[in-house]
């Protein structure tokens, strides 16, 4: 990778002078630690014992035998602690904040899966910790907003614009720009301003280290195909820095289709025409934007595929065509997961399934002798209520409504009883 932040025509590191000494101490540690043997070691050691890593390398035999093709194998991300490949990354950095000597970390979140790995993080490494979430998301994700704030987090409801992500983002750097000197910055995937791209994707290119080495013992060769989902882009540049120099093996990425990428209702930036090249949020990459470089609203079942942007490494890599880009629908990420769960046993993430969909649609192009890989980046728990809504289950919709009158018996027989203690 490229030192100057900048890969091919993408990337680059677009900030307000005020934040350029904090970035080059963060571009200084970041260098150090890569080229620091036991800062890798420490951060094996640490991943080992406090998520699970190595995570394994499962043979789908199931699946395979279905589709009649490659055999199909799925690298287990949903494994790790917090249930998602966003540990590699906020641990990687929890390590280099200790290094920098920093106390505080602030994170933006938007379904809430980063903001609960940070708030983990923080916890374990001690450090105080403000998450910011736009006002629309904590509402939709309360569940997240209480753990976070049970493992000492303050989440912060941002209120301006349309209460989202985005905002969630700009609030977040407002804040870094008054306490740079505290305060370390936890971005959530491999994109914004460098070196955040190269050094998310590097802690998490732990997982393509790990699944290039098991396919080798499990297969006896390389896959012919990797397939992940793509949002930011961090568990896909996790993966696929494991077989990025080896020709044979394709990448395909495969990004978030919503209601189809010609309905105008998704968030596919590299596969499809609706984006185009821009800067923002310190970055330069392709946007889902309109013509005065407004940014668009996105579409999908999985939330954590719902963005404008994508990884400029990615951007990079699609220019120069070393990785494809398909797009999966909310209808066929609902099939696939559905064969999954009752073929495997096993429940991906919405955002993961992106994944599966491809790989289903490409195996049985395949010989036997072949594999593909799957990055499962997470497990499907956290979707339960997507996914019972989307399955229509009538069970499920009395069982919410249940909940919600016994809650209100709860938290009356609650506040009745701390009156009782006032007394
Ligand atoms: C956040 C998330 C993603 C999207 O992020 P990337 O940076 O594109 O990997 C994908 N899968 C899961 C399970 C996530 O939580």
Redesign the pocket.
């Known amino acids: 990778m490229e030192t100057t932040g900048f890969f091919g025509n993408w990337g680059g590191s677009y900030i307000p002078e005020i934040l350029n000494q904090t970035f080059n101490q963060l571009k200084n540690e970041y260098t150090k630690a890569k080229s620091d043997p036991d800062f890798w070691q420490e951060y094996i050691d640490l991943m080992s014992t406090y998520s699970c890593r190595p995570t394994p390398l499962t043979y789908a035999e199931n699946l395979t035998n279905h589709f009649g093709g490659a055999k199909i194998f799925i690298k287990r991300e949903d494994l790790n602690h917090t249930g ?3 540990a590699n990354n906020v641990m990687g950095q929890g390590l280099l904040v200790k290094r920098m000597g920093k106390k505080r970390v602030i994170a933006e979140t938007g ?1 809430g ?2 903001g609960m790995a940070t708030a983990t993080m923080a916890a374990k490494f001690g450090f105080e910790c403000t998450i910011y979430m736009g006002e629309v998301d904590v509402e939709r994700q309360r569940p997240n907003v209480f753990w976070m704030e049970k493992m000492g987090a303050t989440v912060i409801p941002v209120q301006d614009g349309s209460r989202i992500l985005k905002d969630a983002i700009n609030e977040a750097f407002r804040d870094w720009v008054s306490n740079i000197d505290t305060t370390h910055y936890v971005l ?3 994109c914004g301003p460098a070196p955040f791209p190269e050094m998310v994707s590097w802690f998490q290119s732990i997982i393509g280290i790990e699944a290039a080495s098991q396919i080798l013992i499990q297969h006896g060769k390389p896959p012919a195909r990797v397939f992940a ?8 540049m996790g993966i696929f820095q494991g077989f990025m120099n080896d020709s044979t093996v394709e990448l395909v990425g495969v990004e978030a289709g919503g209601k189809g990428i010609r309905s105008g209702r998704h968030a596919s930036r590299l596969c499809g025409n609706d984006a185009s090249p821009g800067v923002a949020q310190g970055y330069k990459t392709m946007f889902l934007q309109n013509d005065d470089g407004q940014m668009l609203e996105t579409h999908s079942v ?1 939330a ?2 719902d963005y404008v942007g994508v990884s400029p490494i990615l951007s990079d890599l699609w220019d120069k065509k070393r990785v494809r880009f398909e797009s999966a629908t909310d209808k066929e990420v609902m099939e696939a997961l559905d064969l999954t769960m009752k073929m495997e046993g096993i429940i991906p ?1 919405l ?2 399934t992106h994944g599966f969909v491809q790989a289903f649609k490409e195996a049985s192009q395949l010989s036997p002798d072949d594999a593909i890989i799957i990055n499962q ?2 497990r499907g728990d956290k979707d339960i209520f997507t996914i019972a809504h989307a399955f229509n289950d009538p069970s499920w919709k009395e069982f919410i409504i249940a909940l919600g009158s016994e809650y209100k018996k709860q938290s009356r027989k609650c506040s009745l009883e701390r009156e009782q203690d006032t007394r």
Do not use: F
């Open positions: 998602a490949h966003k379904a899966q980063h959530g995937t491999a989902c793509v949002g930011g882009g961090s568990n896909a999985a954590g595929l993430a955002e993961s980046s997470g």
